[in-house]
């Protein structure tokens, strides 16, 4: 009867370096013909992992830092490794950081130059930098909100449909230019200047004026009765000639010349009268004009016709 052949294998201690790498990575199990050359491969194997071309690195060694490994042009971080660039170094191509939950967590596309955020696309081929996230998810459990914990600097124009400011006050400054408002409607409107909108305030007086008046706010001034003056006063006993000033005073020095005929109304005993020039006055085509020669913050009225003992003129500045 024939003994099976016995097979003896002989293992030594390893106190020397690896072997010099021999190989490369394996997308299925390598055929290895003997033990030497799994020792051969698993030093390799071990070497790729600390440190590709030294051949001094001792297998006991913690990881060096790691290069690209020849033709499998990969390289591989442990937990405890940190990755430098310095100098002159980049990466070529698109860079992509996954998170736990988001595969685009960071996502560099070379092609298209943009830089993206939560996503590896933008809503548009202008914008070359892209936060994605969530409306509405501020104050929620919501992941998709941005927050930007210092000051915000904008050198260009800022677009936004909706802009929300919760904390403390919302102050929109325009010291050196112009604040206009546009809004979806100026389009269709008769607007002279629909790129602009309509200038907040045309000078400094403006402002002064309206807190002169008594308002702290311009919707304040409004809805006040879109009244800016009201002044009233009773003729005489003996009457009023026609041509002749009233004496009333009012300020129409915020109002632009061609607008006072219609932010000026005057009413005589309650009756609207018409406004017109000193040629319309005198063909009897108007009831009263304006006379600004004592200045325009002392306006009179100049009426057409006599007025009569007790007669009420009210003047009111829209």
């Known amino acids: 009867m024939s003994r099976p052949s016995r097979t003896q294998a002989r293992t030594h201690f390893i106190t020397g370096t690896l072997p010099v790498s021999s190989g490369s990575s394996f997308a299925t199990i390598p055929g290895l013909r003997d ?31 790691f290069k ?4 499998e042009n990969k390289f591989v971080l442990l937990s405890n490794q940190t990755l430098h660039v310095s100098g002159a170094g980049y990466f070529g191509g698109d860079l992509r950081v996954e998170s736990d939950n988001n595969t685009h967590a960071l996502f560099v596309d070379t092609s298209n130059d943009s830089v993206y955020f939560g996503a590896n696309s933008g809503a548009g081929s202008d914008n070359n930098f892209w936060v994605s996230g969530s409306t509405g998810s501020a104050k929620t459990t919501t992941v998709g909100t941005s927050v930007f914990g210092g000051d915000l600097v904008v050198s260009g124009a800022l677009y936004s449909n909706t802009l929300a400011y919760e904390t403390n006050n919302l102050v929109i400054s325009a010291s050196t230019h112009g604040l206009y408002f546009i809004d979806g409607n100026i389009q269709s409107s008769t607007w002279t200047d629909k790129t602009k909108g309509i200038r907040l305030s045309n000078n400094a007086t403006e402002w002064s004026d309206m807190v002169g008046q008594g308002f702290t706010s311009i919707l304040g001034a409004v809805l006040s009765g879109r009244s800016y003056q009201k002044v009233s006063g009773t003729i005489g006993g003996g009457g009023l000639a026609a041509g002749t000033g009233t004496g009333l005073s009012f300020n129409v020095s915020i109002i632009s010349g061609v607008a006072r005929s219609k932010r000026v109304d005057v009413f005589l005993n309650g009756v609207l009268m018409i406004t017109g020039s000193s040629g319309e006055l005198a063909a009897s085509d108007a009831d009263y004009q304006l006379d600004v020669s004592g200045g325009e913050a002392a306006c009179d009225i100049i009426f057409g016709m006599d007025l009569d003992p007790d007669d009420i003129v009210t003047v009111k500045v829209q």
């Open 35 to 65: 033990l030497q050359h799994v020792l051969d491969e698993m030093g390799s194997s071990i070497r790729r992992l600390n440190n590709f071309d030294d051949v001094s690195s001792n297998w006991w060694e913690a990881p060096a830092v």
């Open 68 to 71: 690209p490994m020849g033709s």
